[in-house]
């Protein structure tokens, strides 16, 4: 069946670091595949999405780039900050039986200022 | 604000006793979803309800019952909880099928001693 595969954390980065978050899939088909991210207490925000292979998906400064040939899409940022200290969770809605999208296990980042 | 309102955000239960869980959402979605969130497990799909007045089972439907009582509304009721159910869960929506990506609530913290 479908599966998302990200990053085990706590990833942990000085401010102005780079990030990166590799998340790879098992679909069939193409995929509409996002990134979430969840702040302590909250509730889970859509951060990107990307709809069909080679797709960018960006916002807030975060990218991330459908790889059909790696079955990736992995989130990157050039310059982390304090705020980005978060839980980010890569995600996969199948083109077939729309209804039911499958998340990875989450990935914990830590910004140290 | 528009969005996903969850009630309430925490709730301690006895082993046996029941309750229900409270979602409405103020955006004209088509679509609400019911989450539980496990350390280390990512979110699994408990049911969902692609429309008004149907709902279908996801990946953990045991122990559960939903009730999709109009198009704001989607309640997940626990008949006789048990430890195993200790969980913080979440409710979503989306437009359509879900291949636009969700918007959460802020999440239930559940509590079963």
């Known amino acids: 069946g479908d599966s998302v595969t990200q990053m085990e954390g706590p990833v942990t980065l000085s401010e102005e670091a780079f990030l990166t978050i590799n998340c790879t899939y098992t679909a069939t088909g193409y995929p509409s595949l996002f990134w979430y991210v969840q702040y302590p207490g909250e509730g889970l925000q859509l951060l990107l999405k990307a709809t069909k292979a080679d797709d960018k998906g960006s916002n807030k400064g975060f990218e991330a780039t459908y790889r059909k040939e790696t079955t990736s899409f992995h989130l990157e940022k050039g310059s982390v900050q304090v705020s980005d200290s978060a839980v980010y969770f890569c995600?996969?809605?199948?083109?077939?039986?729309?209804?039911?999208?499958?998340f990875g296990a989450g990935t914990r980042l830590f910004v140290k200022a | 604000n528009a969005g996903v309102t969850q009630t309430p955000k925490f709730q301690v239960l006895k082993t046996g006793q029941s309750m229900t869980l409270q979602c409405a959402q103020d955006?004209?979605?088509?679509?609400m979803y019911w989450y539980r969130q496990d350390p280390g497990m990512g979110l699994r799909l408990i049911y969902y309800s692609a429309s008004e007045g149907t709902t279908d089972k996801g990946e953990v439907p045991n122990g559960y019952n939903v009730s999709r009582l109009n198009k704001r509304e989607f309640s997940l009721r626990l008949e006789s909880a048990a430890p195993s159910q200790t969980s913080v869960y979440f409710c979503a929506s989306s437009e359509g099928a879900s291949r636009g990506g969700y918007t959460f609530g802020s999440g239930t913290r559940l509590t079963v001693v």
């Open positions: 995600a996969l809605t199948a083109n077939t039986g729309g209804f039911k999208t499958i």
């Open positions: 955006m004209n979605h088509n679509s």
